[in-house]
């Protein structure tokens, strides 16, 4: 984590994810360098937290307006380091901008000074909760989702009137040069929002030379790393880890909907989605009619290079690895391909591939694959789907798809993870008033909504005295009687059942 020496990264920064052409290069910073942009950094968190919520708020929607007009180059940007299609690029910034409109209009509402109740203890008291900033954050994106995903930190942070470093990921530098550049378009008084390129051991350097909070999406092996560093300086972290998102369907759901949502939510983006849908668990009654409704969804549904393809390629070089050790391990135990196979691999691209049955200890079940596997699996009933979910560590995302809203409210109570969707799959991503965020070994803390803009926060507590209470206890020398009524007031205030 900590081995940062110069150099330009070895996975070539600033390349097209469907050629590998070089685009940009981007030099590995120096030590002195990410020191260099902390520094600058404070000094610009120092001005963005005196301002006023409104002047923050004219500020980023000006910024908004910036992005919006470039959103063409931000979006090729997108299509060409990640390898999405256009449309999927474009959607993205949509979405990214309906994320920061919302930070920008409601951080002044979640931040503000409120008076709160002092308790009959405390009468005497004028009690009040504000949030303030942090200072400077670190926030460590991802290259699946470059734009939306950090924004998802970004926006809330810069919100909340904090400074952002943004250590993009090396796959992804480009769209977060482009942000940074943006934002000295929109607002040129001081870089708020700054970006270094760079890999793993950049953002290790950013916490080794101090920032006040770190945002972090990737792998949770990887998050492990950055949460034992960050606990050397007790800085606090946020981490969304991935998931092992899964789909329950009941009988009675509407299978050509569902079949319609698990092909976009399992392949959209070549399956390279934390919250994307990697298994699905359906009764068995439907199981066969679903199966024969994918079918149908994925009837001529490549992988290519071309930008108005269903999707592209996979962005790290091991990762048609991963998906055929996958697929190779559930066919050993038993899986019978329904879609694909080993002719679905032509590198960087994988065609769409579903497997049945697969033993829930196989890897294709257990771990996340992140790429364009499914697993359908079929159960005698949603209680046993609910079951075999909360197997799962990697509690990020569920969707359950029935007729019955009511009983599917009760089963989201008892899934172990934090965001539950009825009857839809991926929609919440453009809902800026949900949090997301992780669970269990999918990771803690929240992004998006109030609760996005307090994880950026600190709640600071003031208390101003207003007139004497005729019993003191704050005091070394009690008054002859004084014990007595404490008790007294203790048996007034507690006493009753």
């Not at 298994?279 to 549904?301: C, H, M, P, Q, S």
């Not at 899986?335 to 049945?356: K, L, M, N, Y």
Request: aromatic letters at 6%.
């Amino acid at each position: 984590m900590t081995d940062t020496h110069t150099t330009q990264c070895p996975t070539g920064p600033g390349r097209a994810a469907r050629t590998g052409e070089q685009l940009t290069a981007y030099p590995q910073p120096t030590p002195a360098q990410v020191a260099d942009t902390v520094r600058t950094a404070r000094e610009a968190a120092d001005w963005w937290a005196g301002l006023t919520a409104a002047q923050r708020k004219r500020r980023l929607l000006a910024y908004k307006h910036e992005l919006v007009a470039a959103r063409d180059e931000l979006a090729t940007m997108i299509s060409t380091e990640a390898g999405k299609p256009m449309a999927d690029a474009m959607v993205e910034v949509m979405i990214s901008m309906v994320h920061l409109d919302w930070a920008a209009r409601h951080a002044g509402r979640v931040m503000r000074r409120r008076t709160v109740y002092p308790g009959l203890l405390g009468l005497n008291t004028h009690a009040t909760v504000e949030r303030e900033p942090y200072g400077v954050v670190a926030v460590l994106g991802p290259w699946n989702y470059p734009l939306f995903t950090p924004g998802g930190s970004i926006w809330y942070a810069l919100a909340a009137g904090n400074a952002v470093v943004f250590k993009a990921s090396e796959y992804t530098p480009g769209v977060a040069e482009l942000l940074a550049r943006l934002w000295l378009r929109a607002n040129p008084e001081h870089p708020v929002l700054q970006f270094l390129p760079g890999d793993g051991r950049v953002g290790a350097e950013l916490i080794k030379v101090g920032v006040d909070k770190v945002a972090f999406t990737g792998s949770t092996a990887t998050a492990k790393k950055v949460m034992a560093q960050a606990a050397e300086s007790l800085t606090p972290v946020v981490l969304e880890c991935g998931g092992k998102d899964a789909l329950l369907v009941a009988a009675d759901a509407d299978l050509a909907a569902v079949a319609k949502s698990v092909a976009f939510g399992a392949f959209s983006n070549a399956g390279q989605t934390c919250a994307g849908v990697k298994r699905v668990y359906v009764v068995d009654e439907a199981a066969d009619d679903f199966l024969g409704e994918l079918d149908r969804e994925l009837d001529g549904i490549r992988a290519d290079a071309d930008v108005a393809a269903p999707y592209g390629p996979m962005v790290l070089p091991q990762g048609p690895d991963v998906v055929a050790d996958h697929l190779a391990d559930a066919i050993s135990h038993g899986a019978q391909v329904r879609h694909g196979g080993e002719h679905a691999f032509h590198r960087p691209f994988v065609d769409p591939i579903v497997v049945v049955d697969a033993p829930e200890d196989s890897a294709a079940v257990s771990e996340e694959t992140f790429g364009p596997l499914l697993v359908v699996n079929r159960v005698p009933d949603l209680p046993e789907a609910v079951q075999r979910t909360n197997a799962n560590a990697l509690g990020l995302t569920a969707s359950i798809w029935t007729a019955d809203v009511a009983a599917a409210k009760q089963l989201a109570t008892r899934l172990r993870v934090s965001t539950v969707t009825i009857n839809t799959a991926l929609g919440f991503m453009g809902t800026p008033t949900l949090p997301f965020g992780g669970r269990g070994a999918s990771g803690f803390g929240r992004i998006h909504g109030d609760d996005g803009i307090r994880e950026f926060s600190v709640a600071t507590s003031r208390s101003r005295l207003l007139f004497d209470l005729p019993i003191d206890v704050m005091t070394l020398r009690h008054p002859e009687g004084n014990v007595d009524r404490v008790s007294a007031l203790v048996q007034l205030l507690h006493g009753r059942r």
